[in-house]
């Protein structure tokens, strides 16, 4: 009796030795590798383009009729993608052709809610091979389609899943992990600034306008010195100006009165060669008997009725409640723009003696957002 009892023991040994044994024995699927998900905006509730890859087992063809699904955790929202706005991959099957449903040679591309279905073509063959890596792009990253719509972000911050499924001679599984988060604002302010310069020019240096004698100029004056009748004079002051404005500026100028002398004789501003320029309107000035004070501008920001220092007009008067004509301008920034003025002068023989002068008023303005 005690005999049998070890034999039916040693049995049992056995038979439990052989479940244990047969258990560890049956094939298991692998895991999907190097799974990674990168948004191209990561902030609440605004429209992003994925582009997820992953690698597959080496086990694991992917052929006619299997599938991959990529679900998204609840919050995102894919209700305007479709085929076109996804691209599918392989690195070394390349490009695969997408349809909105499974062809022979066509991927289905099914989409459900959070997921997303790719359904390989029905015919015969292997269409992602073992050990490629797979990626996929949703979004307007997309370029095999007609990509328009991308994934709306979850509302709330915080870090979701997307799973991928690839179902193919096994089914191999993967996760990964993506944070949404309120974007950081960034503020600056920049002092608004705003400079304006006025330097004198040496005769020799002043060759812009009429080949006529020039003065030497300084920053705060044009000594035309004694004149001889019908005869012109010239002199230049070059103007610099700077400003981050976002609008840029403008530059306008105005004389005091004409030029005067202590009995309160002038030199009356010019009316140039044909009598017609004025304050605002230009005209060429190249004849020394056609007396008067007037001057051009030459350089970028000069207005067009200068002609790029080809016509001449007079200095609004402030004294005759002449309205100030602008000058020169800019519908931008400007970083050291510089022009350059050109004071032109000849008067009659029947000139009064004396001497005569005025003041020249510039007021720069910078136009700010």
């Known amino acids: ?176 992990i993506v944070a949404i988060i309120s974007g950081v604002t960034v503020s600056a302010t920049v002092t608004e600034s705003l400079t304006f310069s006025i330097a004198g020019v040496n005769s020799d240096a002043c060759n812009l306008g009429n080949s006529v004698t020039a003065v030497t100029t300084t920053a705060t004056t044009v000594p035309f010195g004694t004149l001889t009748a019908n005869t012109f004079k010239k002199g230049c002051q070059s103007l610099s100006i700077s400003t981050n404005a976002g609008n840029g500026y403008s530059l306008t100028s105005q004389e005091t009165d004409q030029l005067t002398n202590s009995g309160g004789a002038t030199i009356p501003d010019t009316t140039c060669d044909t009598g017609s320029c004025t304050e605002s309107t230009g005209a060429t000035w190249a004849t020394a008997t056609n007396n008067g004070f007037g001057h051009t501008c030459f350089g970028t920001d000069c207005v067009a009725a200068y002609s790029s220092g080809s016509s001449y007009r007079q200095f609004a008067s402030i004294a005759d409640a002449e309205t100030a004509q602008i000058m020169q301008s800019n519908a931008g920034p400007v970083n050291n723009s510089t022009t350059t003025v050109v004071y032109q002068i000849s008067v009659s023989a029947s000139q009064a003696s004396g001497d005569y002068s005025n003041t020249v008023v510039y007021i720069a303005t910078a136009q700010f957002d």
Not at 51 to 79: R, W
Not at 99 to 108: F, P, R
Not at 155 to 175: C, E, L
């Open 1 to 176: 009796m005690l005999y049998n009892i070890k034999k039916y023991q040693k049995t049992i040994i056995v038979v439990i030795l052989l479940l244990v044994f047969s258990f560890w024995m049956r094939p298991v699927s692998a895991d999907l590798t190097n799974v990674k998900d990168t948004l191209s905006d990561s902030r609440p509730n605004v429209n992003a383009n994925h582009e997820i890859v992953f690698t597959l087992p080496t086990a694991n063809d992917i052929s006619q009729n299997d599938t991959i699904t990529v679900t998204f955790q609840s919050g995102f929202d894919l209700t305007n993608i479709d085929y076109t706005d996804i691209d599918l991959a392989g690195s070394t099957s390349g490009d695969q052709t997408l349809a909105a449903t499974q062809g022979t040679t066509s991927w289905g591309v099914g989409i459900s809610g959070q997921v997303i279905t790719f359904t390989a073509p029905s015919n015969a063959g292997i269409y992602l091979s073992g050990g490629e890596t797979v990626t996929i792009k949703i979004g307007t990253n997309a370029t095999g389609g007609n990509a328009n719509f991308q994934i709306t972000n979850p509302v709330t911050t915080g870090t979701y899943n997307i799973d991928i499924s690839a179902n193919g001679s096994q089914t191999d599984t993967g996760r990964t």
